[in-house]
């Protein structure tokens, strides 16, 4: 007999709760879908909730509870208003038959009260919590009048108190109940939310009152597992919340619960600090608390207190964490959150970067379909081009000639000899002095000059069919440049949305321990990119009273830890003495640019025809642009102006010089049918390498002066708007440090007077200068073409003189590795 109760009793001893434990959360999740459908799909979870909150009491005759929680259900899910009624009704039957007279009562006062206010008002939201207000107070009196036969003061007062907590738990519901009635949501919960969401389930506890097994209060068990859930879920903050409120609305509820407020907030802020153990770190949170309150009790009560925190503990443990890990992606602050921000965030970038670059791809089809057609749409072949036209002739001529049989049956080649031999010397204005042609064919022919004249007329006319084929080739082919520059900037642009931000943790608590070694305060460092050459990093200093400890102590450091100079690229000090300074470093360009402008308007006007403009582009470039509109005045500027604009924006959009300039070429020549054209000179300088590309349309030469050597800069284009189609000259030259750029309008160019050469006048000034300074330069060479005209002005002026020079920092690097070993 003992033999076979130990074979019987042995093997519960090796129950494996890992595996049942991993067995359920499959379950769970196998399940998962089915099982919301049926508890918030079907309203299980509205019964439920109104079951508990049907039988919720406060001080113990106070049922504020039914009639918030029915109103926020009629808001929110109308169609679910007769479950939510039905469950309230039985949990209120479940306590007293008195108890579920008022809460129908109530509702249907309620009921009443809003058909009569719906006639008047449209706006529910705002009305509801008032009509709960006095649907509680009125039916409350009515039901007290009805018992006693009179309301005294203490009555009185419990039915303000009522009605008051029925208006507030109103405003909490209607939050709160959306929240648990709705399947689909993304949204990260607010503070007032997850406030709202606690204040219903500690209500919903109360309801739990009075339940027991074997002395273990239901409520209890309830309260501590939930606050074991949101401390591990969430934390701290939100686990001594739940505890408080929790154990606040318990003691309303019961004044013997009033110490387990104090545990719950207490054993919530363990929990919550020993998060990072996981469920069994925040268990032993709620252990230590119940151990530790649980010693101002009885034996017998801490022995029932610590069971009860056991049985929450293993409730708490058989949840799925996938549970607790959907809980914390509402809350803000959690790892879980900020994972699903960053998820959601990676989303919305990976689809936009999906899409621009669909469009670039869209793009470059467009411009490849331009392309091939125009390679496709060759001309076609000479022998089909002559047969073409001479079948245009015969039709207008031989058709209706009665010698047709003779000529183009019997002499059908010596015929069609003839008129291609015509045609040709037509072509090439050598047939009025061929006799001999003209002869033998006014032997062949009875209408030879007819044949001649239709001839003449057919060719006439295919050579302006044929400039019209060319000219939409050549916009076919503008279209196609275009399309293609849009299409590698749009490219461009995702692979910068793709790029992430990487995380530069270690590189700034280098930076962070060098500085602070250093013996300069900083308040926190972010790194955006540390790409050579375009280096972004932001700080945050102590209030610097103006002694430009960025620009002279932090950037030289950042040069030695980084290897290349790092300048103060923007800086914004703190408003009061006690504040943070912001400042931004990024990269030093090898070359810098300085710039002088000397301009004059015809005959000393205010308006001149030329217009001019230096702007250092976002990709380390910086471009000098000059263009001289037709004529003068007010029309010359507009049109000067608007090129340089367009020119302008374009630049910046990143698509290539040429095909800036092309756009807008096209853009001018297509606008209008005046013959109005602008001369446009560009010089693009790369600040890393001094390289510079010069593109001229229709201007006059610049130059260069380096030390005693002047070089001249000039190409050949006619000026914009003229065409439609055109080739740019790019002209490249490597400039050095101490070179002086002069570029200027023809109205300085050719304005000296009385000189036969203009190159040779203007390169021997310049190499005169004795002077380095840009504006000095723009200024001498304007004077000295004004003195040569006695004083007049007789044509717009401009001259841009640009000086390119090293981009020496002012202050030299500090090598911070000498004060990190200090500081170690």
Same mark, same amino acid.
């Given at each position: 007999?003992?033999?076979?109760?130990?074979?019987?009793?042995?093997?519960?001893?090796?129950?494996?709760?890992?595996?049942?434990?991993?067995?359920?959360?499959?379950?769970?999740?196998?399940?998962?879908?089915?099982?919301?459908?049926?508890?918030?799909?079907?309203?299980?979870?509205?019964?439920?909730?109104?079951?508990?909150?049907?039988?919720?009491?406060?001080?113990?005759?106070?049922?504020?509870?039914?009639?918030?929680?029915?109103?926020?259900?009629?808001?929110?899910?109308?169609?679910?208003?007769?479950?939510?009624?039905?469950?309230?009704?039985?949990?209120?039957?479940?306590?007293?038959?008195?108890?579920?007279?008022?809460?129908?009562?109530?509702?249907?006062?309620?009921?009443?009260?809003?058909?009569?206010?719906?006639?008047?008002?449209? $706006?529910?939201?705002?009305?509801?919590?008032?009509?709960?207000?006095?649907?509680?107070?009125?039916?409350?009196?009515?039901?007290?009048?009805?018992?006693?036969?009179?309301?005294?003061?203490?009555?009185?007062?419990?039915?303000?108190?009522?009605?008051?907590?029925?208006?507030?738990?109103?405003?909490?519901?209607?939050?709160?109940?959306?929240?648990?009635?709705?399947?689909?949501?993304?949204?990260?919960?607010?503070?007032?939310?997850?406030?709202?969401?606690?204040?219903?389930?500690?209500?919903?506890?109360?309801?739990?009152?009075?339940?027991?097994?074997?002395?273990?209060?239901?409520?209890?068990?309830?309260?501590?597992?939930?606050?074991?859930?949101?401390?591990?879920?969430?934390?701290?903050?939100?686990?001594?919340?739940?505890?408080?409120?929790?154990?606040?609305?318990?003691?309303?509820?019961?004044?013997?619960?009033?110490?387990?407020?104090?545990?719950?907030?207490?054993?919530?802020?363990?929990?919550?600090?020993?998060?990072?153990?996981?469920?069994?770190?925040?268990?032993?949170?709620?252990?230590?608390?119940?151990?530790?309150?649980?010693?101002?009790?009885?034996?017998?009560?801490?022995?029932?207190?610590?069971?009860?925190?056991?049985?929450?503990?293993?409730?708490?443990?058989?949840?799925?964490?996938?549970?607790?890990?959907?809980?914390?992606?509402?809350?803000?602050?959690?790892?879980?959150?900020?994972?699903?921000?960053?998820?959601?965030?990676?989303?919305?970038?990976?689809?936009?970067?999906?899409?621009?670059?669909?469009?670039?791809?869209?793009?470059?089809?467009?411009?490849?379909?331009?392309?091939?057609?125009?390679?496709?749409?060759?001309?076609?072949?000479?022998?089909?081009?002559?047969?073409?036209?001479?079948?245009?002739?015969?039709?207008?001529?031989?058709?209706?000639?009665?010698?047709?049989?003779?000529?183009?049956?019997?002499?059908?080649?010596?015929?069609?000899?003839?008129?291609?031999?015509?045609?040709?010397?037509?072509?090439?204005?050598?047939?009025?002095?061929?006799?001999?042609?003209?002869?033998?064919?006014?032997?062949?022919?009875?209408?030879?000059?007819?044949?001649?004249?239709?001839?003449?007329?057919?060719?006439?006319?295919?050579?302006?069919?044929?400039?019209?084929?060319?000219?939409?080739?050549?916009?076919?082919?503008?279209?196609?440049?275009?399309?293609?520059?849009?299409?590698?900037?749009? !490219?461009?642009?995702?692979?910068?949305?793709?790029?992430?931000?990487?995380?530069?943790?270690?590189?700034?608590?280098?930076?962070?321990?060098?500085?602070?070694?250093?013996?300069?305060?900083? !308040?926190?460092?972010?790194?955006?990119?540390?790409?050579?050459?375009?280096?972004?990093?932001?700080?945050?200093?102590?209030?610097?009273?103006?002694?430009?400890?960025?620009?002279?102590?932090?950037?030289?450091?950042?040069?030695?830890?980084?290897?290349?100079?790092?300048?103060?690229?923007?800086?914004?000090?703190?408003?009061?003495?006690?504040?943070?300074?912001?400042?931004?470093?990024?990269?030093?360009?090898?070359?810098?640019?300085?710039?002088?402008?000397?301009?004059?308007?015809?005959?000393?006007?205010?308006?001149?025809?030329?217009?001019?403009?230096?702007?250092?582009?976002?990709?380390?470039?910086?471009?000098?642009?000059?263009?001289?509109?037709?004529?003068?005045?007010?029309?010359?500027?507009?049109?000067?102006?608007?090129?340089?604009?367009?020119?302008?924006?374009?630049?910046?959009?990143?698509?290539?010089?040429?095909?800036?300039?092309?756009?807008?070429?096209?853009?001018?020549?297509?606008?209008?049918?005046?013959?109005?054209?602008?001369?446009?000179?560009?010089?693009?300088?790369?600040?890393? $390498?001094?390289?510079?590309?010069?593109?001229?349309?229709?201007?006059?030469?610049?130059?260069?002066?380096?030390?005693?050597?002047?070089?001249?800069?000039?190409?050949?284009?006619?000026?914009?708007?003229?065409?439609?189609?055109?080739?740019? $000259?790019?002209?490249?030259?490597?400039?050095?440090?101490?070179?002086?750029?002069?570029?200027?309008?023809?109205?300085?160019?050719?304005?000296?007077?009385?000189?036969?050469?203009?190159?040779?006048?203007?390169?021997?000034?310049?190499?005169?200068?004795?002077?380095?300074?840009?504006?000095?330069?723009?200024?001498?060479?304007?004077?000295?073409?004004?003195?040569?005209?006695?004083?007049?002005?007789?044509?717009?002026?401009?001259?841009?003189?640009?000086?390119?020079?090293?981009?020496?920092?002012?202050?030299?690097?500090?090598?911070?590795?000498?004060?990190?070993?200090?500081?170690?």
């Amino acid at each position: 007999m003992e033999k076979t109760e130990r074979n019987v009793i042995e093997p519960i001893t090796n129950v494996n709760f890992k595996s049942t434990r991993l067995s359920f959360d499959s379950w769970i999740q196998k399940n998962k879908q089915k099982l919301l459908k049926i508890i918030i799909n079907r309203g299980v979870l509205i019964v439920f909730i109104g079951f508990l909150l049907g039988r919720a009491l406060i001080l113990a005759e106070v049922t504020p509870f039914a009639l918030p929680f029915f109103a926020a259900v009629y808001v929110v899910q109308k169609n679910r208003i007769w479950l939510a009624l039905l469950a309230l009704l039985v949990g209120g039957i479940s306590l007293s038959f008195q108890t579920s007279i008022f809460i129908l009562a109530s509702i249907v006062l309620f009921l009443f009260l809003n058909n009569i206010t719906r006639r008047f008002s449209k $706006d529910t939201l705002k009305v509801v919590p008032f009509l709960v207000f006095l649907s509680l107070c009125m039916s409350k009196l009515s039901i007290l009048y009805f018992i006693n036969n009179e309301i005294d003061l203490y009555n009185l007062m419990l039915v303000g108190v009522e009605s008051g907590l029925g208006f507030i738990l109103t405003l909490i519901f209607l939050q709160s109940v959306t929240l648990v009635a709705f399947r689909k949501r993304k949204q990260t919960l607010k503070t007032e939310e997850i406030i709202s969401l606690i204040i219903l389930l500690a209500s919903i506890m109360t309801g739990l009152i009075g339940w027991s097994i074997y002395d273990l209060s239901i409520e209890y068990i309830a309260s501590r597992y939930f606050v074991l859930l949101l401390a591990c879920a969430a934390g701290a903050t939100i686990g001594t919340t739940v505890g408080v409120v929790t154990g606040l609305i318990l003691s309303l509820a019961n004044i013997g619960s009033l110490f387990q407020m104090s545990l719950l907030a207490f054993s919530g802020l363990l929990g919550g600090l020993l998060k990072d153990g996981r469920k069994i770190g925040v268990s032993v949170g709620l252990l230590i608390g119940t151990l530790l309150l649980g010693m101002y009790n009885d034996a017998n009560q801490l022995q029932i207190s610590v069971i009860e925190s056991l049985l929450a503990i293993f409730i708490f443990l058989l949840t799925p964490q996938s549970l607790i890990s959907q809980i914390a992606k509402y809350i803000p602050g959690t790892i879980e959150n900020m994972s699903e921000q960053q998820q959601y965030l990676q989303k919305v970038r990976d689809v936009t970067a999906s899409r621009v670059s669909q469009f670039s791809s869209v793009f470059q089809a467009l411009s490849s379909s331009f392309e091939n057609y125009n390679q496709s749409a060759n001309h076609m072949d000479e022998e089909v081009e002559v047969d073409y036209v001479l079948s245009n002739v015969t039709l207008r001529t031989c058709q209706l000639c009665y010698k047709k049989d003779q000529c183009w049956t019997n002499n059908l080649n010596k015929t069609y000899d003839y008129l291609k031999n015509i045609m040709h010397e037509y072509e090439q204005s050598t047939l009025e002095e061929n006799y001999h042609l003209q002869r033998e064919w006014n032997k062949h022919c009875i209408k030879p000059d007819k044949v001649i004249n239709v001839i003449k007329d057919e060719l006439t006319l295919y050579y302006a069919n044929q400039k019209l084929k060319e000219q939409i080739r050549e916009s076919r082919k503008l279209v196609a440049e275009q399309l293609l520059g849009v299409s590698q900037v749009m !490219g461009d642009f995702a692979n910068e949305i793709k790029r992430e931000r990487d995380n530069h943790h270690v590189q700034e608590e280098q930076i962070l321990d060098a500085v602070q070694g250093f013996g300069v305060e900083i !308040g926190h460092v972010e790194i955006y990119c540390l790409e050579q050459g375009n280096i972004d990093i932001e700080m945050s200093i102590p209030f610097c009273n103006g002694r430009g400890e960025s620009e002279k102590l932090i950037a030289p450091m950042l040069s030695d830890i980084l290897k290349e100079t790092i300048i103060v690229t923007k800086e914004e000090c703190a408003a009061y003495p006690n504040g943070y300074c912001q400042a931004t470093f990024g990269s030093a360009k090898t070359y810098k640019v300085d710039t002088g402008v000397a301009h004059a308007a015809k005959g000393g006007g205010l308006i001149s025809g030329d217009s001019y403009s230096t702007i250092e582009l976002g990709a380390g470039k910086f471009a000098i642009a000059i263009s001289d509109g037709m004529g003068n005045g007010q029309r010359a500027h507009s049109e000067s102006n608007e090129t340089l604009e367009l020119l302008q924006k374009i630049l910046k959009s990143g698509i290539e010089e040429k095909v800036a300039i092309k756009s807008v070429n096209s853009v001018l020549s297509l606008r209008t049918t005046d013959e109005i054209f602008s001369t446009l000179d560009l010089a693009m300088i790369d600040l890393q $390498d001094a390289s510079a590309k010069f593109l001229k349309i229709g201007s006059s030469p610049s130059f260069i002066k380096r030390g005693e050597k002047v070089i001249s800069i000039c190409a050949s284009n006619l000026p914009m708007g003229i065409i439609q189609d055109f080739e740019v $000259d790019v002209v490249s030259e490597q400039l050095k440090a101490g070179d002086l750029l002069i570029m200027m309008s023809d109205g300085i160019f050719e304005g000296p007077k009385h000189v036969e050469n203009y190159d040779i006048w203007m390169k021997r000034k310049i190499k005169d200068l004795q002077t380095k300074d840009p504006q000095h330069v723009a200024d001498l060479i304007m004077e000295e073409v004004i003195r040569t005209r006695s004083g007049n002005i007789d044509d717009d002026m401009t001259i841009v003189v640009a000086k390119v020079d090293h981009n020496t920092p002012k202050w030299a690097a500090i090598p911070a590795h000498m004060y990190e070993k200090k500081a170690q």
